[in-house]
């Protein structure tokens, strides 16, 4: 819902303040499908705020899925379209939300990256993106919220963030920061400055090698942001937050030999509070190749005489594209 356009039509009604919230209150409770439903609102009111409003900026197209994992196309007002994925396989009932339509990065094994930018969501655009799923699952409602969709946030950052506040707040989605987690591909000032802001919102950054260039071979961004610097803010993030700092690692055919476990080793190593997600790599139409089971096992095998801690996760949504790095929209 656009929540500008909610306070002009509010104020042009002439209510008093208490309806306003009570208006948000239920917009927020995912609750309802459209204002007809909110009985507890006259039903000229509902009729006036109907006429004018809709309540959710994003439209159901099409949801593919099973019961742990689906994923949602939803279309935006201008006919642009994003995906949104649910997951519930652990304690949180999960969404993983897009920032943007498309992304500018282009990171190689990414299939939002081939799609190329075509815009940044709106705030409302990425709390509707919750708000559909709560509509969706009710009585149930999302728990954690993970920026891992379409698009990098840190350079649509002042939208998310205002997402983010309203996700957070009491009167609004009222999920606690520490059920907030932001995926970066590494932009290093942005981490800076998100350190700053000493929140309690979890960061993962994608590093997938610790070898200048190969990295950069696969990931543009790294020509920007050497690793050096990124290791810089990095350190300074953990300085800061005194939080963990979780750096996504996906298994690919060029990033899983010796050198490459040696070099991750080390970089991980460099600080106590960086901790390692080893991810398979899905697979994306033109992206890269996946390190083989024997490619993998060796990995870890080094990871495994080092005393760096990881975890390997598990990957869901592959029948139907909703894993990571596999969404991908066409106007
Ligand atoms: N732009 C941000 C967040 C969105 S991508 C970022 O890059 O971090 C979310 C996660 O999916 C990132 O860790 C990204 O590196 C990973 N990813 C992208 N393509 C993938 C693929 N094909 N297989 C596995 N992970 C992938
Ligand atoms: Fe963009 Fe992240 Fe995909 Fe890279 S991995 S293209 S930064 S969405």
């Known amino acids: 819902m656009d929540l500008i356009k909610l306070k002009e039509t509010l104020d042009s009604l002439n209510l008093p303040t208490f309806r306003y919230r009570q208006i948000i209150k239920n917009y927020y409770s995912g609750r309802y499908l459209n204002f007809d439903q909110m009985t507890d609102l006259s039903l000229d009111l509902r009729q006036k705020l109907s006429e004018s409003l809709n309540l959710l900026s994003v439209s159901e197209k099409n949801i593919v899925g099973d019961d742990s994992t689906q994923k949602v196309l939803l279309e935006l007002s201008d006919g642009q379209k994003i995906e949104s994925v649910f997951m519930d396989y652990d304690d949180w009932l999960t969404a993983c939300v897009s920032s943007q339509v498309g992304c500018s990065l282009g990171c190689h094994f990414c299939a939002t990256g081939k799609m ?32 891992m969709g379409m698009g990098e946030p840190f350079l649509n950052w002042d939208n998310v963030l205002t997402a983010i506040n309203i996700i957070n707040s009491k009167d609004g989605l009222n999920i606690g920061a520490r059920k907030i987690s932001i995926s970066t591909a590494g932009v290093a000032d942005k981490i800076i400055e998100f350190a700053d802001l000493d929140t309690q919102i979890n960061l993962a950054v994608s590093l997938h090698s610790a070898d200048q260039k190969i990295r950069e071979s696969f990931m543009p961004i790294a020509k920007k942001y050497s690793l050096s610097q990124l290791k ?78 990881y975890s390997l996760r598990r990957s869901f949504g592959q029948n139907f594209a909703a894993a990571c790095g596999q969404l991908i929209t066409s106007k």
């Open 116 to 147: 190329g930018f075509k815009r940044n969501l709106t705030p409302e655009e990425i709390v509707d993106q919750i708000l559909y799923w709560n509509q969706k699952i009710y009585p149930k409602y999302i728990g954690r919220v993970v920026f």
């Open 232 to 309: 810089n803010s990095c350190n300074y993030y953990v300085g800061k937050t005194n939080r963990q700092l979780f750096f996504e690692y996906a298994l690919m055919d060029i990033n899983t030999n010796q050198n490459d476990a040696k070099l991750l080793i080390d970089f991980i190593n460099s600080n106590r509070l960086f901790f390692l997600n080893l991810i398979p790599l899905n697979t994306v139409e033109g992206g890269m190749t996946p390190a083989s089971p024997s490619q993998q096992k060796a990995f870890i095998n080094y990871l495994d005489q080092s005393r760096i801690e």
